[in-house]
């Protein structure tokens, strides 16, 4: 089962490329030093289209909301574990005690100790009902198994949805003052090649998200 934090990443990224457009630009303009070059560059200058940069992982360690959920997925992961668990050994020691009934009745027989057809036909068919249970019992547990892992992942696409819509109204509001045309996602330096760190806003979204945040009281 995937953690609630590898699923989210995919879900906050948004496509990079602006920094790279950025730092051509300027280099263009510097060789050419023409004017018309220059007021293109600077009509895509930070100044007038400020741009910023979230670390998502920095966000999910740290943004206590997020870290509430995955709490709460991982909880009902060890919860589900234990439940199979218990019920995997039960199975298994009823399946030794079936073999112990099994090599039982071959010694009866190897040792002429089951005498009538009757009595014979009697034991078979007790062991062959408690080979039928036990074959039930594992088809149970495995019907389980799938049942449990389908609740999760339902479980986990439902709290991934609700921390993504969480944090997109918080952006909505968050961005009224700050003016950005632009606030991207960086997942362990994978999408953005390089950035000045006052680019960088995790801390500021970090402790306005834990401010607004009131946990649930259990």
Excluded at 37 to 56: R, W
Aim: aromatic share 8%; proline share 1%.
């Amino acid at each position: 089962m995937k953690s609630i934090n590898t699923i989210l990443l995919a879900i906050l990224c948004v496509a990079v490329g602006i920094l790279y457009v950025l730092h051509f630009s300027s280099k263009k303009c510097d060789s050419a030093a023409s004017k018309d070059c220059q007021a293109v560059a600077k009509s895509v200058s930070v100044d007038s289209f400020p741009i910023a940069y979230v670390n998502v992982d920095t966000l999910l360690l740290t943004y206590q909301y997020a870290k509430d959920l995955n709490e709460s997925l991982l909880k009902k992961q060890e919860k589900s574990r234990k439940e199979l668990a218990e019920k995997d050994a039960r199975i298994r020691a009823d399946y030794a005690a079936y073999l112990k009934m099994v090599e039982a009745y071959k010694n009866k027989v190897a040792t002429g100790q089951v005498l009538t057809q009757e009595t014979r036909e009697k034991e078979e068919s007790v062991l062959m009902k408690e080979e039928a249970r036990l074959n039930k019992k594992n088809q149970e547990l495995k019907d389980l198994d799938q049942r449990l892992n389908q609740e999760l992942f339902l479980e986990q696409q439902k709290l991934n949805s609700q921390l993504r819509d969480t944090i997109n109204a918080f952006f909505a509001i968050y961005n009224q003052d700050k003016h950005y045309k632009m606030i991207l996602c960086d997942t362990g330096n994978d999408n953005i090649f390089f950035a000045e760190d006052y680019l960088n806003i995790t801390s500021d979204v970090v402790e306005a998200l834990n401010k607004q945040y009131k946990p649930v009281q259990k």
